[in-house]
């Protein structure tokens, strides 16, 4: 296997998200938990990310696509001071979230339970097309951090905030989501944003969590993205070729 972390990184990836239809579930942890040690080696001189991204005047945000196909999409945002992702869901997706330069805020929430939302629902008069969440407790990460996951059933809706100056992550998700796609004709991409709204419930077990309503939103007035070139290792398509 070659010494590039970010080749490695991607073989993995493909390997286990190509062969998650019809491996064991126990296999597929021993991967992801594998991948998730490749990605602890993920830096930004491993990417080459260019350091001019990091000084403003620019974009809030600006997008760099290293590497995506039908299943698996690895991505760099790099964040403005003051700048954030704003909350947008990853559903169905298993993903693993890197720093690797400043330091981000991320507030994650988890979806409750179709029978939890169907009980608040009706304990609230709550309208069937919100979405019921858990709100979950901030976290804050920098480079020194290992990298953070997503599965399905965890930390899967999430907004990130640069925290004290810019920052730089790197996404690794799949499979991936229709909400975000490049668009050839230009740099912007495509969310489904939301709005939280905390709410009170007495249905138990629930009643002592911080429980909240998600809520379509158009895209937040004070947000735009700029799509910048990947200048890292060249990763080429080893598997399921």
Known sequence: ???CVMQRVLDLALYMFKRSSYTTHEAFLENFSKLWFLATLVTADEVNLDRNLLLPPRSPVTVIT???DDRVGISIFVLMPGAKLPLHRHPKTYG???VLSGRVKIQAFNVLSPSAQKKIREE????KKALLVEKLEEIYADESSGPRIITPGNKNCHEIYSDS???AIIEILSPLYDDLKPQASQPTLEWKFYSHTPVRVRYLPHADKHITILHRIESPADFYMDAAPYHGPQLI???GK
Do not use: F, H, Q
């Not at 609230?124 to 309208?127: P, W």
């Open 165 to 167: 100056g810019p920052a």
């Open 96 to 98: 693993l979230l890197k």
């Open 237 to 239: 398509r080893t598997v």
């Open 66 to 68: 290293v590497y995506e």
């Open 1 to 3: 296997m070659t010494d």
């Open 124 to 127: 609230k008069c709550i309208n």
